[in-house]
């Protein structure tokens, strides 16, 4: 039904008085053997759950710097076999993380749901997130991610209403992730109220813990939404740090930093 | 045939294909627009405002015109013409636009945003924008702003602001990805009212009803015309909303052909083409299960066409619905043949198509010549081609190198 190792990580970071850091990064990205570095580099940093982004073709839930990461990885010949090998990579490293797979529906569907949640689970994965996957389409893929122990975890959003957010949450296991505001991942200069809100009324449901995500980019802002979510989810932050290096590894370095940061800022609320 | 024409079902499904693979943040708004449609359809009011609209407006109906020495070179077959191209704005697209103008006015919403190929769709939008005095953003790519720059003139002067969408492909596909991403953010004040019969319940089955007067002017008035019913019924498909539209009527008439014409490109044996049906497998792509262009990871696969209106590797899934149960009959067209018969209707007849139209024409073409003489096939003449000028005269040759060259010299202040 869910996953012991993303449950007992969240539950850890609640034992400790505070939000847990969950980071984001694309396969593929900078290039396909950098894409495991870059995650480390999360994880070095502090993180405490890592996403690993499967680059598509059409992201229309993301922003410019994400579609950036997928374009680059994708023109880098980036393949859903290269996703697996990364998550495998980076699982092998760090048995003690859990390592999420963020991917867009049609990928999947294409691998066939049964066997990307068998191969999934074998490469050490955690569980998924499917952003434009609602809880009406998604009865097949749970049972599939159930047999393998993987977590699913749904996306809600400032528009959902209370009723809907009951019967999304009780689909979903692991933890809920908040949209902290309408709209497409990107850092902000202000994460809103609309996410508090958002947080109280999923946990008024449920009691899986609530990330909240979209937005995010630095140490302040994780200490505010920690200061009332039981996780922090950043990832276009880590992306733009990517792109802006000189190099690879001065990349690595840039997100490892800021991995630092945003730890340290989890640990103020 | 009662099952082809009782869907979609409550979830938004034909079948296999349809339902609605959307973020969590559009649920709200597709909802709304979904509960919305089926007030305005009990409602009487709503009804009798389109109409007036669609007869005083638009300009409908269209006529139905005869047209002999084009049907000529279709083995003799007679070729009706249902034209769409005559209505205001020059193609069908205004039948659904002023529809759910009218209902985004009911939800109490003041922007209008959409997507647009050929810019067809974005001038009906912008059109009905200016009409309705409402805010209006349109996104189209960037590779087809050039290549139909009449068009993005056109909604300018109507007061639209348009977006030319840089990302992946540059054509229709990352236009709808833009205008989602609008949405997303701008919900609350924002209708993004789709232009084909794809994207998530209950797009697909509201632009087809919007457009169903189509079939049902033609429908009667074929068998007014020639006293029967046709033999087939052809129309261009690239998502596939005119072809839904001339379609629906017909349906249950199970002698009646359905023939939809997809963009070949260069030929569906090269990667340099549109046609989602003949080539594509089922997958998801922009909110609903259908047949979609993809590689073997479920990336979609950049399309190619000419025409900007059907250079998208989707389709609706009503269509992958009627391809499945055998009711629609799907066939590519090249860049080529269509162009040739954009050529053939313009000598023959004095009717400029639009290039997409151009793809249906062609396929009539070849199937009167498979069917005889005595067929009468119905053709939908979807849009004009006034638009598509700057493409036809650089591939038939049509100005004077002088022309260009003295454009040419104005663009340099007139160096001279």
């Known amino acids: 039904m869910t996953n012991a190792l993303l449950d007992q990580t969240l539950a850890a970071a609640k034992a400790e008085n505070r939000a847990a850091l969950i980071g984001y990064l694309p396969a593929g990205f900078p290039t396909i053997a950098g894409a495991a570095q870059a995650v480390q580099a999360l994880i070095d940093g502090g993180a405490d759950v890592v996403e690993i982004g499967l680059p598509h073709s059409d992201p229309v839930l993301d922003g410019a710097t994400i579609q950036t990461a997928d374009d680059i990885a994708l023109r880098g010949g980036v393949r859903t076999k290269d996703v697996l090998e990364t998550i495998r990579t980076v699982t092998a490293a760090n048995p003690t993380v859990p390592v999420l797979c963020m991917t867009y529906w049609n990928p999947v569907d294409r691998y066939g749901q049964a066997r990307f949640a068998a191969d999934l689970a074998a490469a050490g994965g955690a569980g998924c997130i499917l952003p434009d996957l609602p809880v009406e389409e998604a009865d097949e893929w749970l049972a599939a991610a159930a047999e393998q122990g993987l977590a699913t975890v749904f996306v809600v959003a400032p528009s959902s209403r209370d009723e809907r957010l009951a019967v999304i949450t009780a689909k979903g296991t692991g933890f809920v992730y908040a949209a902290a505001v309408m709209g497409v991942t990107g850092t902000r200069t202000q994460v809103g109220e609309l996410a508090e809100d958002l947080v109280a009324r999923t946990r008024a449901t449920t009691e899986l813990p609530v990330c909240v995500g979209l937005g995010v980019s630095n140490a302040v802002q994780a200490a505010e939404v920690a200061a009332f979510a039981d996780g922090v989810i950043v990832g276009s932050a880590f992306v733009q740090r990517i792109l802006d290096a000189a190099s690879p590894e001065a990349g690595y370095a840039a997100v490892r930093e800021l991995t630092a940061e945003l730890a340290q800022g989890v640990r103020k609320r | ?416």
């Open chain 2, 1 to 416: 045939m009662s099952d082809v024409t009782s869907v979609p079902d409550a979830r938004g499904y034909f079948g296999a294909f349809g339902g609605r693979f959307i973020p969590e943040a559009l649920v709200a708004a597709v909802e709304q627009v979904a509960d919305e449609y089926e007030k305005a359809k009990a409602d009487p009011a709503f009804a009798a405002e389109l109409n007036t609209l669609l007869k005083d407006y638009t300009g409908r109906p269209s006529p139905l015109s005869d047209v002999r020495r084009f049907s000529a070179e279709a083995g003799g077959a007679r070729i009706l013409l249902k034209r769409e191209d005559l209505n205001h704005t020059g193609s069908h697209k205004i039948n659904n636009v002023l529809g759910q103008a009218l209902l985004t006015r009911r939800m109490g919403k003041t922007r209008l945003i959409a997507e647009t190929g050929a810019g067809q769709h974005g001038v009906a939008t912008a059109t009905a924008a200016a009409l309705f005095g409402m805010d209006c953003t349109i996104y189209m790519g960037e590779v087809d702003t050039q290549r139909q720059a009449l068009n993005v003139a056109r909604m300018r002067m109507l007061g639209a602001e348009v977006v030319p969408v840089k990302s992946g492909s540059r054509t229709l596909k990352d236009a709808i990805n833009e205008a989602f991403r609008d949405w997303v953010a701008n919900v609350d004040s924002t209708h993004y009212l789709f232009g084909t019969v794809a994207g998530p319940h209950p797009f697909p089955m509201m632009v087809r009803d919007f457009h169903r007067v189509i079939g049902q002017e033609a429908r009667a008035q074929v068998l007014e015309r020639t006293g029967k019913l046709p033999d087939a019924v052809v129309a261009c498909v690239g998502g596939g909303s005119n072809a839904m539209g001339v379609f629906y009527d017909f349906i249950p008439d199970a002698d009646v052909r359905l023939v939809g014409i997809e963009a070949a490109g260069e030929g569906v044996e090269t990667p340099r083409h549109a046609a989602t049906l003949t080539k594509g497998d089922p997958g998801v792509l922009h909110g609903s299960r259908t047949y979609v262009l993809q590689d073997e990871d479920g990336q979609t696969i950049e399309s190619h066409s000419i025409s900007a209106g059907l250079d998208y590797p989707g389709v609706g899934p009503e269509h992958a619905y009627l391809k499945d149960s055998g009711r629609a009959e799907y066939r590519p067209c090249t860049d080529a043949d269509a162009m040739n018969a954009l050529r053939l209707l313009s000598r023959t007849e004095g009717i400029i198509p639009a290039i997409e139209s151009s793809h249906a024409l062609a396929g009539a073409l070849e199937l009167g010549r498979e069917l005889g003489p005595d067929a009468v096939i119905l053709v939908n003449l979807s849009g004009r081609g006034d638009k598509d000028m700057h493409t036809a005269a650089q591939y038939f040759g049509l100005l004077d190198d002088d022309a260009t060259s003295d454009d040419q010299t104005d663009a340099a202040g007139g160096a001279k």
